[in-house]
Each structure stands twice: as C-alpha cells, then as structure tokens.
C-alpha cells in the first residue's frame, strides 16, 4: 500500500512538473525551429505568390531594428500596399520570427558589423545587449531610441542590406515549396476521393 501511494505521489510530482514545463518548452522550441515556421507559412490557404510575397517581407521587417513592433510594421506595410498588390499577411507575420529573443542579439550585431563597412562605428557587443534589455514600454522605446539614433548609420544600413539579401531568395524558395505542398494536398484529395467513389461503387455492386 505504501509503495503505491509513492508511486502515485511520484507520477502525480511528474504531471505537474509536465504541466508546468511543457507550455514553456514548446514556445522556446518556437523560437529556434525554423522548420516549424516554415511548416506553417508553407501550409497556408493561399496562392504560391502570395505567400512568398508575405514571407520576404515579414523576412525583410525581421532584419530591421523594429524590435518589439515587427508585426505591426508588417501590418502597416499590408495597409500602405493594398491600393497596388497585396501579399498574404499571416506569412509575414510568421516570418518576424526570425527575429526572437534567442536570434536578435546575433542578428542586430551582424547587421551593425556589416554597417561599420560603409560608416564607421565603435558600439561594442556588450552596449547592443544592454540596449536589448526592456521591462517596460517606457524601457522599449529607450531600446529603440538607442537602436536607431545612437548606433545609428551602421545599424540601419547594415539591416536593410542584410534584409534585402535574406528577402530576395526567400520568396523563390517559398512559392516553390508551397506550390509544392498545394500539389501534394490535391494528390492526397484526389486518391482520397477515388478510394470513396471505389468503396461506393463495390457497395453498390454488393447490394445488386
């Protein structure tokens, strides 16, 4: 009887401690699998075009220093652009996530390095981490004072031109990859509907 109650304990310790971690781990798991990302962006319900469109530029906003307000850049960006072309919009929101808590440092710092080539810089690893530290909107805007006017030209050069790079490939790959997918899902809808219509049809051979 003791046992028991000691298993029962253990197993109910590894429930909560189940249900305590596993919401945590799947949205940091989020943040680094790029394959899940592209699962979603390549799954949805819209032309090839489109969602290519959606993910360059949701890729681009990613690479630029709009921490905190990237999805609401990409929203605006739809808004400024209905009038002469839309894009899918859930695919740029998707993309901004190149951009996250565990990949900003990284890829602000690389964008600065890439700036200092065309305008000189002496902001160190150390300042562009501290910058990136915020608790509060009033801490956000501080970061993002920082980001643009005090490092500046080589900060915002830099991530245009790491933006444009990484925005140019991504839309060719992505319309092939959800033409792809879009074919696939009508291949499984057809032999889905001939094994129906054959089914149908024994059954109706059975009954006469």
């Not at 090839?48 to 605006?76: C, D, E, K, R, Y």
């Not at 960006?77 to 998707?94: E, H, M, S, T, Y």
């Not at 005090?150 to 245009?160: A, M, R, Y």
């Amino acid at each position: 009887m003791q046992t028991n109650s000691t298993g029962n304990r253990k197993s109910g310790q590894s429930c909560e401690l189940k249900k305590h971690t596993s919401p945590n781990m799947k949205s940091w798991w989020w943040y680094v699998s790029p394959q899940l990302w592209l699962r979603k962006i390549v799954s949805l319900e819209d032309t090839p075009h489109s969602i290519a469109l959606g993910t360059s530029i949701g890729v681009f906003v990613a690479m630029t220093p709009t921490v905190g307000i990237q999805m609401i850049v990409v929203l605006l960006i739809a808004a400024l652009c209905k009038p002469f072309f839309r894009f899918n919009q859930v695919a740029g929101l998707i993309a901004v996530y190149l951009s996250n808590p565990v990949t900003t440092l990284p890829i602000y710092w690389f964008n600065y390095w890439i700036g200092t080539f065309f305008i000189a810089g002496n902001v160190t690893r150390a300042d562009l981490a501290e910058a990136l530290q915020y608790d509060s909107f009033a801490d956000w805007c501080r970061s993002v004072f920082k980001l643009i006017f005090e490092f500046g030209w080589p900060l915002v050069i830099g991530s245009v031109l790491v933006g444009i790079v990484c925005a140019i490939p991504s839309y060719p790959i992505t319309k092939w990859l959800a033409g792809a997918m879009q074919r696939k899902t009508r291949l499984l809808q057809l032999r889905h509907q001939r094994k129906v219509a054959l089914k149908a049809a024994k059954k109706l051979q059975r009954d006469q």
